[in-house]
């Protein structure tokens, strides 16, 4: 059964940083691209940021340069550090391989008060 659980986020000042995480079921984690997606009111979700089972990342340009993702396959789990964060970033985010599993976590709340 595919497990995603995502953790970290919360509400912080415009400028301020967030890390999250998420686990994933190890049978998915091992063999495929991870991505933070999210999904802001009234948005569709969108990719954020991706990570390939080599290292290999790719941002979308909004994030690039103040987000990072990592993963530990050891632990099954990939992180997203988000700096300088901005009140656009507001959503909730969500991993999910890449391409999207039709399974999603619950994801995790991230507001950016101006």
């Known amino acids: 059964q595919v497990q995603l659980v995502e953790s970290g986020g919360g509400l912080v000042q415009g400028g301020g940083s967030l890390r999250l995480s998420c686990t994933a079921s190890?049978?998915?984690?091992?063999?495929?691209?991870m991505g933070w997606y999210r999904q802001a009111p009234g948005n569709e979700r969108e990719l954020v940021a991706r990570i390939s089972t080599g290292g290999r990342t790719n941002y979308d340009v909004s994030v690039k340069g103040r987000f990072t993702i990592s993963r530990d396959n050891a632990k099954n789990t990939v992180y997203l550090q988000m700096n300088s964060l901005k009140p656009e970033d507001t959503a909730v985010y969500y991993c999910n391989t890449f391409p999207s599993l039709r399974v999603w976590g619950q994801g995790t709340q991230v507001t950016v008060s101006s």
């Open positions: 190890g049978t998915i984690f091992k063999v495929n691209t």
